[in-house]
């Protein structure tokens, strides 16, 4: 009942930056926590980063510093904004968003498709 579109990701050069959004759409009542995972080649999942919707965020020891996590309400939406990137960041990276379905009252779980990031040396 949930759709996620992502968008942002692309090549760049160790040290540049990129940005995410991940806009959520569908018969939603609330929107609880968004975050963001990743997934490199041999790896599993990881968390990267995540925020609640009193904004508490939480991040990846591996990013911190680097990347912030934001959401605007309004817009159902999510962003990741990666700065100083390394070629260790170089992964998949996929929206996750929990949420409270409208009328049902159900919880919903739903991952956006997945963004390519690569991070040239």
């Known amino acids: 009942q949930v759709q996620l579109v992502e968008s942002g990701g692309g090549l760049v050069q160790a040290g540049g930056s990129l940005r995410l959004s991940c806009a959520a759409s569908?018969?939603?009542?609330?929107?609880?926590?968004m975050g963001w995972y990743r997934q490199a080649p041999g790896k599993q999942r990881e968390l990267v980063a995540v925020?609640?919707?009193?904004?508490?965020?939480n991040y990846v020891d591996s990013v911190k510093g680097r990347f912030i996590i934001s959401r605007d309400n309004a817009k159902n939406t999510v962003y990741l904004q990666m700065n100083t990137l390394k070629p260790e960041d170089t992964a998949v990276y996929y929206c996750?968003?929990?949420?409270?379905?409208?009328?049902?009252?159900?919880?919903?779980?739903?991952w956006g498709q997945g963004t390519q990031v690569t991070v040239s040396s």
């Open positions: 996750n968003v929990e949420a409270v379905a409208n009328i049902t009252y159900e919880f919903l779980n739903s």
């Open positions: 569908g018969s939603i009542f609330s929107i609880n926590r």
């Open positions: 925020i609640t919707s009193s904004g508490i965020r």
